[in-house]
């Protein structure tokens, strides 16, 4: 019985590991785009986009399987390369990647689809940082498009 309840609570304790944005497979992407001082920095001085990065190679995406969508796997995570497929993402639609992963097909979500997800993972905080960046680019990208 104990071995049992350890079971459960390390299986339900994982789950919501990945549920949060702590993939061990998104901050091993994370990880090799970045340096280690890069990464803490962006941990603590820009949490939204750190919380964005992991986001983006956990959730960003789903698995297509006998007709039916579900998230990644962490060996997923680790086998796709999203950075690959990032031109191809659409601002308002899911991109379907025919066989793009062991035969099953990758769903991209838009863009559009991942900020709204996204925005709902971010604490009061992050999202006001987020929405004082992107109002940021928003009017760099109005200055320089006259």
């Not at 990880?31 to 959730?59: C, F, I, M, W």
């Not at 690959?84 to 601002?91: D, K, T």
């Not at 025919?98 to 979500?109: E, H, I, W």
Request: aromatic residues 10%; proline residues 4%.
């Amino acid at each position: 019985m104990k071995t049992f309840t350890l079971i459960v609570l390390w299986t339900i304790l994982s789950s919501c590991t990945h549920a949060f944005g702590q993939s061990p497979a998104a901050q091993e992407k994370l990880a090799r785009r970045y340096t280690p001082s890069q990464v803490e920095d962006l941990r603590v001085n820009t949490h939204y986009k750190y919380v964005g990065l992991l986001y983006y190679y956990e959730g960003s995406w789903l698995v297509q399987e006998a007709g039916q969508l579900r998230n990644p796997t962490e060996d997923e995570i680790r086998a796709v390369d999203l950075d690959a497929w990032m031109p191809l993402r659409s601002v308002t639609d899911r991109v379907t990647i025919p066989a793009g992963l062991n035969g099953m097909d990758v769903v991209l979500l838009s863009r559009d689809e991942f900020e709204v997800a996204y925005l709902a993972r971010l604490d009061a905080n992050d999202r006001q940082q987020y929405e004082a960046y992107k109002a940021q680019q928003m009017n760099l990208q109005a200055k320089s498009n006259p």
